[in-house]
């Protein structure tokens, strides 16, 4: 993931360090990284998307249009 206006090597791990990416992954592009889907089922709650992306992304994990 390229991230222009946050430097990675000042990010401790944590949980809305874990939120963060994943909404960065999914809301600008993975820029050839693989997203975690048992990290996006754990965070789903805390996502903040796209109504129609989180609705697609919503179907490819549970098979069902939320």
């Known amino acids: ?3 222009w206006n ?3 090597e ?3 791990p ?3 360090t874990t939120v963060w990416k994943l909404n960065q992954l999914i809301n600008f592009g ?3 990284e693989k997203i975690d889907f048992k990290l ?3 965070y ?3 996502l903040s998307l796209d ?3 989180k609705s697609f992304i919503h179907f490819l994990l549970w098979g069902t249009l939320s």
Do not use: A, D
Request: glycine share 4%; charged share 35%; proline share 8%.
């Open 1 to 3: 993931m390229y991230n």
């Open 6 to 8: 946050t430097p990675k």
């Open 10 to 12: 000042h990010l401790q």
């Open 14 to 16: 944590s949980k809305q």
């Open 30 to 32: 993975l820029n050839g």
């Open 40 to 42: 996006v089922r754990k």
């Open 44 to 46: 789903w709650k805390e």
């Open 51 to 53: 109504p129609k992306r």
